[in-house]
Structures are given as C-alpha cells and as structure tokens.
C-alpha cells in the first residue's frame, strides 16, 4: 500500500554523537518527503523536508538524504542533544496535499 | 495566540455523548486538516478543506463529523463514538491544498477517551 515505514522503532544515543534515523517508503510518485519531530504532549513538528528531484538537503545541525533507488530516506541529526529526544516521522506525498506518514522512531538521548 | 491551537487538549466522553473539538489557526491560511494518531498506528488522514470546501473524506465513518465555517476555524463534531476512537486528534493548516505542495504546521492535539 501507499505507507511509509521507519526501520527501527526506537534509537538510543550518547549526547554529542550523531543520530541516524532511517525511513523506507513505497510511493515513487510521491514528491515531497518530509521529516518531523513530535515531542510528548505536542503536535509534530516540521524539521525539513525535500522534493524528489533532490539527494540531500541540509538545514540546522540536520541533513536529510533521500535515495530514489531503493525508496529510502534518512535524517542526519549532528551533534545530538537532550533537546532531541522525541519521536521522528517521516512522511511523503503521495498527492501534493496528502501527507503519508510512517510509524515513526524515539529518539532517546542518553547524558 | 499564535500558529495552530486546539480545544480542548483532554476529553473524556461516553459512547453516548456528543461533544465537538476544535481548531482555529492564526497563520493566515487557507487549508485545514484533521489527523488521527492512534498508539502504535501512523498518523492517519481524516478530513481536509480548502478554502472552506471539504476536499477529502479519508473514508471516515459518519460518527465523526467535520465543519469549517471560514478558512480559520475548523470543528470535529462527535457522536455514538466506540471505545476504538480513542486517540489523539490533530488539527493542522496549510497554505492551500492544492496542485503544490505545502508545509503543514500541527496543532498540539485532543486527547480523546472514550469510555
């Protein structure tokens, strides 16, 4: 079906290291492909998000990679802090206003 | 207030009630949407309007009823729900919902209980 789905459910990270955290869709009409962090108690919030005609896009201390190839997304968060413990979605377009979103990933950052 | 608000944030209702959630955004725009996330489930898509014409059904069942009066305002009329429907309820708006894609900006979420 038209889903997206992360590889792992959760992720444990030392603060200061990087974080990766992976993303499988299934759409290869989709455009868009978009990350977001939801953090306990709030809405999910937009990190970045990149078109289809692009392989990598950095923003803050986050860098998002897509591979067309083989229908995978990844989000690059450097440096990680506490402030990064949440729960990550990726998500894609399977119409311009359609958003799919995966299962999504927490992210916990170990002191 | 600023960018997308929802009321209320917990709700606790019997199968029997009738309650109405809602959201108002204040970022101008002209499209609106309302999510489910339930536990262990993907954020699914329930409603979307466009300039206040309801553009999407996402096959939801007629106990959940939306209305969206102007392009800030949208409700989530409920009634005769199932103990199932619990979940969070999410509200968002974007620019327009259209032929391009738009970022869309979340509210904080319902929590909704249905007993």
């Known amino acids: 079906g038209e889903s997206v789905g992360l590889h792992l459910p959760t992720l444990s990270v030392q603060e200061g290291d990087n974080s990766i955290i992976n993303c499988a869709y299934s759409?290869?009409?989709?455009?868009?492909f978009i990350w977001y962090k939801q953090e306990s108690g709030k809405g999910p919030q937009f990190i970045i998000d990149?078109?289809?005609?692009?392989d990598k896009r950095q923003g803050q201390r986050v860098t998002v990679l897509l591979n067309k190839t083989v229908k995978h997304l990844s989000l690059q968060i450097a440096a990680t802090q506490p402030g990064d413990s949440a729960v990550y979605f990726c998500a894609e377009t399977p119409s311009p206003y359609k958003l799919s979103f995966g299962a999504g990933t927490t992210v916990t950052v170990r002191a | 207030e600023t960018g997308v608000t929802q009321t209320p944030r917990h709700l606790v209702m019997g199968m029997t009630n009738k309650k109405s959630l809602k959201c108002e955004q204040h970022?101008?725009?002209?499209?609106m949407y309302w999510y489910k996330q339930s536990a262990k489930k993907p954020l699914e898509l329930m409603f979307v309007y466009n300039f206040k014409e309801q553009t999407e059904n996402n096959s939801v069942p007629s106990r959940f009823s939306p209305e969206c009066p102007n392009s800030s305002h949208l409700f989530l009329h409920l009634h005769t729900l199932q103990p199932e429907d619990s979940a969070l309820y999410l509200c968002?708006?974007?620019?327009?919902?259209?032929?391009?894609?738009?970022?869309?900006?979340f509210g904080p979420g319902t929590r909704l209980t249905v007993l």
């Open positions: 968002a708006s974007s620019q327009e919902a259209s032929s391009s894609y738009n970022e869309q900006f």
């Open positions: 990149i078109r289809s005609n692009m």
């Open positions: 970022l101008g725009h002209n499209a």
């Open positions: 759409n290869s009409a989709s455009d868009y």
